[in-house]
């Protein structure tokens, strides 16, 4: 089985305003999508999804890997995550990790992926609390049950899954709601970092730091 992975990163980025697509901010020296190529480089085949700044973003993240395979979400403006990803799986047939383009994954955050990715079995992965506005999600026996905005939990949404592209639906609602319908799925509970607000990116530098052998893949 070929290991994919579909990177969504084709939002203009307004929350976090650094005008920009957040795959491009950088983190300690380094553009997040430098800290997802290097967590990733076990991956056969990597997709990333490209709109706001297109070009932009397909000649750096090329410069760094020419094997990364660009696919166009032209209406990046009205669109969002879910038909990003949907317009990223076109084409492929086997199961995909599917990862928003402003995480950072630790390095044994990565090995998880890879190690449950190739059980075969969908997953959803979650992280402890980090962000101001978290889409909560309940695990109870390793599955997530429920997501939620009030429901408080330990544990968020990580804006990454493991399930195949027939499972998605080219829809203008959140990623989370196309998940809910597949309740309860694997919980995979994994250390990453999402650059989304000021604030968000704020943290993320901070953690990078104070976790420096997780999170910086140039010092091996």
Request: hydrophobic share 45%.
């Amino acid at each position: 089985m070929r290991k994919i992975v579909i990177i969504a990163a084709a939002g203009i980025g307004s929350r976090l305003g650094a005008g920009m697509p957040k795959c491009l901010v950088q983190v300690n020296g380094h553009a997040v999508f430098e800290y997802q190529l290097k967590a990733l480089s076990w991956a056969d085949e990597i997709r990333m999804v490209v709109g706001y700044k297109a070009d932009e973003v397909i000649d750096r993240v090329s410069a760094i890997d020419p094997n990364v395979i660009f696919v166009r979400n032209e209406q990046f403006a009205t669109t969002n995550l879910r038909q990003s990803y949907c317009l990223g799986a076109q084409g492929i047939s086997e199961k995909a990790i599917f990862l928003d383009g402003d995480t950072i994954i630790s390095k044994t955050a990565s090995n998880l992926l890879l190690s449950a990715s190739r059980g075969g079995a969908d997953f959803i992965a979650v992280t402890p609390i980090q962000t101001a506005s978290p889409i909560y999600a309940g695990v109870e026996k390793g599955m997530v049950q429920w997501f939620s905005y009030d429901r408080s939990s330990p544990y968020e949404l990580a804006n990454a899954a493991f399930l195949s592209p027939m499972k998605l639906e080219y829809e203008n609602t959140l990623f989370y709601l196309q998940l809910e319908k597949y309740l309860p799925t694997k919980a995979l509970a994994i250390d990453c970092l999402e650059v989304d607000t000021p604030e968000d990116l704020h943290h993320v530098e901070q953690t990078a730091v104070a976790q420096r052998i997780e999170y910086d893949f140039w010092r091996e």
